[in-house]
Structure formats: C-alpha cells, structure tokens
DNA sequence: ATATTTTTTTAGGTTAGCCTAAAATTTATA
DNA sequence: TATAAATTTTAGGCTAACCTAAAAAAATAT
C-alpha cells in the first residue's frame, strides 16, 4: 500500500523530472514538499525500498517505471477532478488547484473510470495540461511555448505551464484566457519580450517569462 | 484544524448516540473505529481538550454541540458524495460507502455548497437518509420503519437503516429497491416477522430483523 | 591542490495514532 | 455485600513523517 504522503513524493519527483534529464535532487524535493532536506532523505529511502525510486546517497533520484506509473495515476486524477470542479461545478481554474490536491488522493480505480467517462474523456485539464489515460500514457496535444512563436504568427492559447493563482489572475487582468487568438506582433532582440495582439484588440506587453509559461496551439 | 481520524471518532459517536440517550461508551466506539479501547480513551482526551466531546473518565462521552455541528458536516459530505456517486456516476447504491468514506474528509466549504448545488439540493442519500444542511439541520422525512407498519396497511419503500453490502444485496434478491410498493399481508404475533407483497408480485416473507432496518412512507 | 561553501546524510528527538499488558474502576452475580 | 467478571484507563512501546544539529561528501573557489 501507498500513503498519501508518498504519492506526494512521487508526483513531485515526477514534476522535476519533466524538467531535466538529470537526477533530481534532494533540496529540490524538499522546496516542493515544503519539508526539510533530512525528512527528504528519509523517504527517499522508504521509496527506494519500495522499488519506487532509484536513489544512491548523495546521487539525487529518479522513478522507476513502477514509481512513473503510480505518479501518472496520480496526475491522472488530479487532472480529471479539476476538469470536474471547473466543468460541472462551476469553479473558476485558479480555485481548483488545492481542492484536487486532495481529491487526487481518493482511491478507486472504478471511481477514476467513471468519473473520467462521466466527463466525456477529456484530453486536457482547465489549464490546457494533457491528462494521462489509465495505462499512464499522454496524449500528445502538441502545443508550444509562446516563447517559441516567431513574429507575425497567430495562434491560439490553449493553457498554461505554472498554475499559482497569482499568474492566473494577471492572465484574468490582460485579458488572456483559454481559446483566445494571440498575434505576435514583435519579440524583442535582447530580452525575448513580446508584444501581442489579444483576441483583435489593442497590442499588449508580456515579459519572456510569462511568454514561456503560456502553451498555445500553432495552425 | 481537525483531522481525518478525529473526524471518524466524531462521526462514529454521532451515529452511536442516535441510538440512545446515555453515554456512549469507550468500547462502543473502539468497535466500530476498528481499534482497541485504549485507543479510544486516548483519543476521548484529546476530543475532550478540544472541546468536542464532554467525556469523565469510566463515565462514557457524548458530543458537545461544537462536536455535534462537525459531525453533521461529515455526515452531510458523506451522503452527497453518495449520491454524487449514484445519480451522476452510475453506481450501485450498495458500491458506494467506501468510497463516501474517503470523500467526506475533502475539506472545502465551497466545494461542499456547490456540489449540493449540482445535484439540486438532494434531501436524501441513496440509502434514503437525511441529508443535514450546511447549518446541520436534518430534513424530517417522516418516514417510519417497516416493523411499525400493522397488517393491510400500503406503503413506499424509501430508505434503509443499514448498508451493509450483505444487506443491500438481499433486498435486490426478494425485489426490494427504493420506490417500490409493499402491502403488509400479514404480522405474525411471536415472532413479529411479515408477510408482504412486493410492487403487486407474489407474497415474500421477512423476519422482524430486515422489517426495522427498513424506511418506508405511509399515506 | 587545498580550502571554503553548499548539499546531503546521519543521529537523535517529536507528535499522532495505534498497540499490548497490567492496574483501576464499575457492574454483575452469588 | 463480597467477590467475580467486565470495562476502562494507565504505562510503556511502536511506526510514519516530520524536525534540528552535527557530520560527511560533493561542488566551488582560491
């Protein structure tokens, strides 16, 4: 049996991963966890026990296809509660982040199934996130980086890869929101800002780092 | 904050204290948590420190009011978990306690309200209990148990106070679901069991013991 | 290459929630 | 009403998941 606690771990781990082809490390565990690097080493080892993870001491971690597969479930169901909350049940995208943390918890294969049927098979979550069918694979939506969109094209904004409430709210100010037509009208030489045309309306300034947070879809 | 195994504790005092008006003592309640008695008595201290229970030790505990309101907030997520998971999944309504179980600890005020909500204000859960609204006020239904019920009398099947899967499967077996008709034929004197007619078919026996787990609605 | 800094691990401790065994109290019975 | 039986509590321990402080290893800088 796995704890809650150690799903954590593993969808954590999993996140990092998708980030580098390095083994990740053990402060970089304890910032997300919001634990201390000892506490850290502590389930690193339980998991390695468990043949969750491949961990030797001060060589950083990573999952086994085992530990892989537990984390995409739990990615899984985060991702179709949050399609729940948002399609069905009316709550706004940037409120559904800490209740799916813990409906991601609930442990039911035949509650997934039905939930996922009840809400037509979604292939992405509210924020554009693809959602892993129930053999851990993803789909492939094949979005790209606004940060990687040359000038003069248009595209359309199909989600986003950071999820604070903050982000989402400057999005809500802007007037960026899933669907919505994006044109590029410049990128700046020396520090990658763009300015954008939003859905047709006046031209608007966004930063690199915002530009590469934005997943949008390219015709 | 509470947690989930305090909650339990609170649930399962709540639900033993329906059925009497003393004490509820610390062996009733290391029955149905599942643990042994010094377990219990622990936990009792630390309710008791927090002021959700009234407990003296040897003397039994009972809810505060405190208590009591937390308890009907559990109860209340339960049941419309349940029907949550029957009207809209499709489940079986004898598939869906365990997994109420974990759903009621979700702790989200607005969650709770807009899942009522989606549903349209259920006043009962799939096994015709009440459910508290969110001020813990319980709808009085009305309805009265099968073995209250004389001879020659009609009435409409509407819940059940036990849901064991056993149970539950029984009555699917002699035809019994939620809505039908019964026609009570005939009470026998010693032993108080019945002689019904189920929705207009032949005749079914049943012991008194199935009789007083049954709700049903008079005319 | 050595010294310094940073990262990671180990050692030992805490809390929640459980346990067993023994002691205390209450209840039932002779 | 005294004794036996049942219930409940206390005492002392365990495990999971965390912590701090100190030690060990790795990375970086001189």
């Not at 991963?17 to 490390?25: C, K, R």
């Not at 959602?131 to 904004?157: A, C, F, H, W």
């Not at 986003?160 to 044109?183: C, D, E, P, R």
């Amino acid at each position: 049996m796995i704890s809650f606690t150690e799903e954590n771990y593993l969808k954590i781990i999993y996140k990092l991963s998708a980030e580098t082809e390095n083994e990740i490390s053990t402060n970089a565990v304890a910032e997300l966890t919001q634990t201390k690097a000892a506490s850290v080493t502590d389930m690193l080892r339980k998991l390695s026990e468990k043949q969750l993870v491949s961990y030797q001491k001060y060589q950083g971690v990573r999952l086994t296809k085992k530990g892989e597969n537990l984390a995409l479930q739990v990615i899984r169901k985060h991702r179709l509660w949050e399609v729940f909350l948002v399609n069905k049940l009316g709550f706004n995208w940037d409120e559904v982040h800490e209740i799916a943390e813990e409906l991601e918890h609930i442990n039911s294969d035949e509650l997934v199934q039905r939930l996922d049927e009840f809400l037509g098979f979604p292939q992405c979550d509210p924020h554009g996130d693809p959602i892993p069918d129930s053999n851990g694979r993803m789909p492939e939506l094949g979005y790209k980086n606004l940060s990687d969109i040359g000038e003069n094209q248009t595209v359309i904004m199909m989600g986003v890869s950071q999820h604070s409430t903050n982000f989402l709210q400057y999005l809500a100010k802007i007037g960026l929101s899933l669907g919505v037509s994006i044109n590029v009208i410049e990128v700046n030489d020396f520090d990658k800002s763009l300015t954008i045309k939003i859905g047709g309306n006046a031209s608007s300034f966004i930063s690199y780092e915002v530009a590469k947070s934005l997943l949008v879809k390219v015709f």
